[in-house]
Structure formats: C-alpha cells, structure tokens
C-alpha cells in the first residue's frame, strides 16, 4: 500500500502517518523527521535544511527530492510506505510520478486531511515534541503522561522553534501557495482521498480504516 498523507501543517498527518505505519507495517517516510534528525546529528544536510525550517519556508528541491526516492528503494519499503510530508509542490510530485512509473508503479491513495485555519493555529499552539525522539504531543489533545516529559524516551516535551506563532503564519502561506496546487494534482488522477481532519483522532482512524480496509491490519 503507497499512500500519501496531504494537508496544511497541523493537519494531523504524523499522527495519522505513525497510526497507519504500525496497523499496516510499512513504514511512515516524513521529510520534516528527516531533516529534524539530521539537525539533531549536525550533519551537513541537516544544517543546510534547519536556515529554511526556521523560517518557515521549504528546503529546495534538490535537497529533498532524491533523499526520499532513494529511500523508497530500500527494502523495507517493498510492502509500500506512507509518505508524510512529501511531496510538498508540484516539482516534487511529478518528480514522484516520474520515479514509480519508470518502476511500473503508482502511488494508491493521496489522503487529503481537511481541516480549516482557524483549527490548524489552535492546534500549533498546543503541539509539542520530544526533543530525543521526535514523538508528537498535544497539550490539549494528547498530553504526555508527565508534563514535559516524553512517554517513549523520557526526553524533554518542547515547542518546535516552526510551530511559534509568526512561523506557523509563513507555513500557512506557503502551504497555499506552493502545497495545495498537488491536491488538485492528485484529484485530477483520481488518487484524492478526503478526510475531515477537524474531527477527533478516533473519528479519523474509522474513516482511514474504512477507505484502506482491515485486512492488514495488526490493531483494532
Ligand atoms: P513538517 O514536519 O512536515 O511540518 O516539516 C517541517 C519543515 O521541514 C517544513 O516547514 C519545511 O521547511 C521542511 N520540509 C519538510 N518536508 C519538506 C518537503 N517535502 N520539501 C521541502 N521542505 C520540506
């Protein structure tokens, strides 16, 4: 199964990406990660990727197209993936078009998580990460079991420097401007899936069951 989760940020798609990656086994591909581990490590990638994270604009293309096509060559993705994050402009998703169908392959569904600004900058302002693991939180939704401290690793609860106010602003702006022209995209191939994201996380998980069925699945 090769699924794409699309939506503004703060539309739920690690959520729901890291949901899918356990019901289904196959793993959650999310560039933002991608770079946030890099950046942990100091690597060269990571450092030349964080300039645009902070800002809250997107890492070129050249930096970010054929990390993810290289990785869906490794074996793990032999069972499918669920891209979280990527593509994020029409470069990058015909780039990934181009890629599978050299491969006679063709992604499944593009879920496209709906959901209105007005929710979408609530919920930025009450989302945290752990700063070892990367594990999302919510403090409204899905508080950590201790505050501030993360349930998986024990590492410490933050704000990510892109989910303060101003950022989340430009994120929005180039969400508009540079991500939504792949929903119609992937509409016009019949690959759009629509799911209202303003729901809650359960509401949300029923509706992707139903669209992908249980079959594979590993938890109810
Ligand atoms: P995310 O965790 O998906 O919200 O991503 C955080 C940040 O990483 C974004 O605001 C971008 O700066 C960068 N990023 C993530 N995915 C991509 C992508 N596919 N193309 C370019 N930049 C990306």
Redesign the pocket.
Known sequence: MKLILMGA?GAG??THARYLSEKYQIPQI????I??ANLREGTPLGLK?KS??DQ??????EL?TDL?LDRLQQEDCENGYIL??????LN?AEALTQALSDRGEEIDFAIHLEISEEVIIRRMEGRRVCEKCGASYNLVSLPPLTPGICDFCGGAVVQRK?DEAETVRK?LE?YREQTEPIVRYYREQGKEARIDSGQSIEAVREELKQLLGEKDGHQN
């Open positions: 940020p798609k690690g999310s560039t933002g990660d770079f946030r990727a645009y994270m809250g604009l997107l890492v070129p293309d970010t993810v979280d994050g990527f593509p994020r402009n990058q892109d994120r180039v």
